[in-house]
């Protein structure tokens, strides 16, 4: 085990901010807090003598608490002091997760600055930064550059990186806990482990409300060495009043299946009528249009309501941003593009639509509603089915507690590390001994051995044994003088196009027009774009075909160029887009509590009484799941056996079990048919009787051995896995000099070089890379095979006559399709009708 290392870097006792709560601030900042009537609140005097002592801090306090404040008093002290204009230089970098709350403290920071008279300039630097801009901040660095993980990429790759950054003092990191654990969470590192070279005296400052693992925050923050652990200090601010948080009971019945919350819009809108200022979280962009078209429909008093998510353009949230800011709106639908900590001020209330899947995601969304330490933010969650109900009531539970959940921060990835090794070589030459024990310094990758890190060297320099005859797979090369150069200028080009780790579905326009008076055809130029859609929605599209975008009813009238040319329709059942990746498993901490309410019959009380009914039912037609058995039930329905099961362990894990299960069955004859996963059960549909099966021996954890080994081979998942994988490495570019590769192109391309590994190097460091991202994310093993331990001898068999209630729930998933609106909902309801009266009729 390491020892923790007690270093000026790195001291691991806990710096509390309890003593000097009146540490003194220079004269125009200690007049700029008397106008306003603040005084320092403890954590932020903390944080100003970890400061002035030069060691790094994780600063965790609640939303409303004046933590990036805190986080920026260090620099404006240290900028209120006298300089020459021939000292100054950048002085502080703040890196956010989002370009918006970049803006948003770009805004907010310029207040003390100015009313302070302290000379600083400020600068924002996005992807949405001119080019012309971020040339004049290399030739005059601002004293504050705020920015983001990619552009730090870029700006540390930059030839004058050197001079800019060599005066820098300190660096800031906003919502860390969004960015550890994290693909771009990793780039980062990787780029702090440069800037302790470029600039080896900077602090670094840590912000965060939630945390659940602060020791692997900490130690992301400062260098690591070899044989011990770094931490930064640990400054904490008391905690704000508990918040106020309600489910729903519906006057309505809660569905047995679906996740739209439909039935309860009516009492949506009326909460909203009653507050001043709603957030209406979801948890997809497809959820979100849904949800702003049902309350458009209801909006009867023609309330400011708007849509917020990722996809709209960024003109179309930036009005939304500006409407919010002057409080001339009463609602917003969004999902996680609002989750982080700007401050909206005038938010009142927080909705969620659908369960939360985590106790930290739902504390960050309260967070947003009355950004105020000492007044508790209200919030009111909406379950959109049954299961959703039992989420809710824990999720609600855990914010109540103020309990976090979360996993720990994962070992770096090998595709981030072959990217930034490319963009240290397009910074300037550099020595692999040199390279690899800075490397060593970031936290996530602190384990990596030299033997990995030798591969991925070799890996960018000439694509891997297989690959090196191809001279476009050779990016850097290895000089005379031992050091590392790029192979030609365009490698140059190619990386700044294609720096990050966020990997989308390519995506087309949606261009709204309008039409011609005399012809009513959509006029040919003009229009307004209205945001971005992923391509393969509109390959399925045909002409004339309506869907929901942008809060809008829009007819699909075509393709011109790249961009998707649609006008207003007022189709009654448009189709609602749906966009790839976009839903949050259930957390492990929530999926334990939801098998311990089910198991207490003590907390029924507490939910709905729906729902205690619900559970009752399933009492008495069959028996609840336990908090540590793994109930299967089985039972005939028509011509098909079924066998549902309830290991409440998330999507995922689901359908890593399913797949595996059914091979499993394959074999033993019972000709399985199909199968369908949510976050709470499994249920696979077969020939013959699955029930007569050794369950024990069908759920043995060796499944996790050749067979998933076996599966792997043959399905399509560790290849979209190896196609991100690439991207991210830059063996395949999505982006070059004049065009841009559409999906097609970049899937065949890295279909074909998946191939050839598989075949001539099934060792690639690449290969590698996609098994080890599949296991932790897309396929879940680790939970999974927790799930199989925790159950082993433990699988209780409940034979039944008919369908239980809680097996309806997973039977309204088979075959089902994403269908909205009434006709849908009314789909439904006339398959679930004969399911429920089943389940719960008389006999």
């Known amino acids: 085990m390491k020892k923790v290392a007690a270093s000026r870097e790195g001291a691991s006792r806990r710096r509390a901010a309890r003593a000097e709560p009146d540490a003194p601030l220079p004269p125009p900042l200690a007049a700029f807090f008397r106008v306003r009537g603040w005084s320092l609140r403890p954590h932020q005097a903390g944080v100003l003598r970890e400061a002035r002592a030069g060691r790094s801090v994780l600063l965790v306090a609640p939303t409303g608490g004046g933590k990036t404040l805190g986080g920026f008093l260090p620099s404006l002290v240290a900028l209120a002091a006298p300089r020459p204009e021939s000292a100054r230089g950048l002085h502080t970098l703040y890196v956010s997760p989002l370009k918006a709350l970049a803006a948003d403290i770009e805004r907010n920071l310029a207040v003390p600055i100015a009313e302070a008279g302290i000379a600083a300039r400020?600068?924002?630097?996005?992807?949405?930064?001119?080019?012309?801009?971020?040339?004049?901040?290399?030739?005059?660095?601002?004293?504050?550059l705020l920015t983001t993980p990619e552009q730090l990429a870029l700006l540390i790759a930059s030839e004058g990186a050197e001079r800019v950054l060599a005066s820098l003092e300190a660096v800031v990191i906003d919502e860390l806990h969004a960015l550890?654990?994290?693909?771009?969470?990793?780039?980062?590192?990787?780029?702090?482990?440069?800037?302790s070279r470029l600039a080896p005296g900077a602090r670094r400052l840590g912000l965060s409300a939630t945390v659940k693992h602060p020791d692997a925050l900490r130690a992301y923050l400062?260098?690591?060495?070899?044989?011990?652990?770094?931490?930064?200090?640990?400054?904490?601010?008391?905690?704000?009043?508990?918040?106020?948080?309600?489910?729903?009971?519906?006057?309505?019945?809660?569905?047995?299946?679906?996740?739209?919350?439909?039935?309860?819009?009516?009492?949506?809108?009326?909460?909203?009528?009653a507050a001043s200022l709603t957030l209406v979280f979801v948890n997809t962009r497809s959820q979100a249009e849904y949800a702003f078209q049902e309350l458009w429909r209801l909006n009867e008093r023609a309330l400011p309501i708007a849509l917020h998510h990722g996809s709209l353009s960024g003109e179309q949230r930036r009005r939304v941003e500006a409407a919010m800011a002057a409080g001339s709106l009463r609602a917003v639908v969004c999902t996680s593009t609002l989750d982080l900590g700007i401050d909206w001020g005038g938010v009142d209330l927080v909705i969620h639509l659908g369960a939360p899947k985590g106790a930290s995601r739902l504390l960050q969304r309260i967070g947003r509603a009355n950004h105020r330490l000492d007044e508790p933010s209200r919030a009111i969650l909406v379950p959109g089915n049954r299961f959703e109900a039992l989420e809710c009531e824990a999720a609600r539970e855990a914010a109540v507690a103020g309990t976090l959940d979360g996993e720990p921060p994962r070992p770096g990835g090998l595709d981030v590390l072959a990217q930034h090794v490319l963009g240290t070589a397009c910074a300037g030459p550099f020595d692999a001994d040199a390279l690899y024990a800075e490397v060593r310094t970031a936290a996530p990758y602190a384990g990596l051995a030299r033997a990995r890190f030798d591969r991925v060297l070799d890996f960018v320099a000439h694509g891997g044994y297989a690959l090196k005859s191809y001279e476009q797979f050779r990016r850097i090369r290895k000089g005379p003088d031992g050091l590392y150069r790029i192979a030609h200028p365009a490698v140059k080009r190619i990386?700044?196009?294609?720096?990050?780790?966020?990997?989308?579905?390519?995506?087309?326009?949606?261009?709204?027009?309008?039409?011609?008076?005399?012809?009513?055809?959509?006029?040919?130029?003009?229009?307004?774009?209205?945001?971005?859609?992923?391509?393969?929605?509109?390959?399925?599209?045909?002409?004339?075909?309506?869907?929901?975008?942008?809060?809008?009813?829009?007819?699909?009238?075509?393709?011109?160029?790249?961009?998707?040319?649609?006008?207003?329709?007022?189709?009654?059942?448009?189709?609602?887009?749906?966009?790839?990746?976009?839903?949050f498993p259930l957390s492990t901490f929530l999926a334990e509590r939801v098998r311990e309410i089910i198991h207490d019959e003590a907390a029924w009380p507490r939910l709905p009484a729906q729902i205690a009914e619900w559970l009752a039912i399933q009492k008495t037609r069959s028996r609840l799941p336990g908090p540590d058995d793994?109930?299967?039930?089985?039972?005939?329905?028509?011509?098909?056996f079924h066998l549902v099961t309830y290991p409440f362990e998330g999507r995922l894990a689901h359908q890593t079990l399913g797949m595996l299960l059914t091979r499993r069955l394959e074999r033993l004859g019972a000709h399985p048919l199909g199968f369908v996963?949510?976050?709470?059960?499994?249920?696979?549909?077969?020939?013959?009787?699955?029930?007569?099966?050794?369950?024990?021996?069908?759920?043995?954890?060796?499944?996790?051995?050749?067979?998933?080994?076996?599966?792997?081979?043959?399905?399509?998942?560790?290849?979209?896995?190896?196609?991100?994988?690439?991207?991210?490495?830059?063996?395949?570019?999505?982006?070059?000099?004049?065009?841009?590769?559409?999906?097609?192109?970049?899937?065949?391309?890295s279909d074909l070089i998946y191939d050839v590994l598989r075949r001539h190097e099934p060792g690639h460091i690449l290969l590698e890379a996609a098994y080890e991202d599949a296991s932790r994310g897309l396929l879940d093993i680790a939970r999974l095979g927790m799930l199989l331990k925790r159950v082993k001898g433990r699988i209780v068999h409940q034979r039944l006559a008919r369908v239980s209630p809680m097996a309806v729930t997973a039977l309204l998933e088979i075959g089902r399709v994403p269908v909205h609106g009434a006709a849908g909902e009314a789909l439904l309801r006339e398959a679930s009708e004969d399911l429920i009266a089943e389940a719960t009729g008389g006999g």
């Open 630 to 640: 793994l109930l299967v039930e089985t039972f005939a329905r028509g011509e098909r």
């Open 677 to 749: 996963a949510n976050d709470y059960s499994l249920a696979v549909w077969a020939l013959e009787d699955m029930g007569r099966l050794d369950l024990e021996a069908l759920f043995e954890e060796d499944m996790l051995g050749d067979d998933l080994e076996a599966w792997l081979a043959e399905s399509a998942l560790l290849k979209r896995t190896f196609r991100q994988c690439a991207v991210i490495a830059g063996l395949i570019e999505r982006r070059f000099p004049g065009a841009e590769k559409s999906g097609r192109q970049v899937t065949f391309s």
């Open 180 to 195: 550890a654990g994290t693909k771009r969470g990793e780039l980062l590192a990787l780029g702090l482990a440069r800037l």
């Open 222 to 273: 400062v260098p690591q060495r070899e044989g011990s652990l770094a931490l930064a200090s640990l400054v904490e601010g008391r905690p704000g009043a508990p918040p106020d948080v309600e489910v729903l009971a519906s006057r309505e019945i809660i569905p047995w299946s679906g996740h739209t919350a439909r039935h309860a819009m009516a009492e949506v809108y009326e909460r909203i009528e």
């Open 495 to 583: 990386y700044r196009m294609n720096v990050g780790t966020i990997i989308e579905a390519p995506r087309i326009k949606v261009r709204l027009v309008g039409r011609a008076a005399k012809t009513g055809r959509p006029l040919a130029r003009g229009g307004r774009v209205l945001g971005e859609v992923e391509e393969y929605l509109v390959e399925t599209l045909r002409l004339g075909d309506t869907f929901l975008f942008a809060g809008h009813i829009l007819r699909f009238e075509g393709l011109r160029e790249t961009e998707a040319i649609v006008t207003r329709a007022n189709a009654s059942e448009p189709m609602v887009p749906s966009w790839i990746g976009g839903k």
């Open 122 to 144: 400020l600068a924002l630097r996005t992807g949405d930064t001119p080019p012309a801009e971020r040339q004049r901040q290399m030739r005059t660095p601002p004293d504050i």
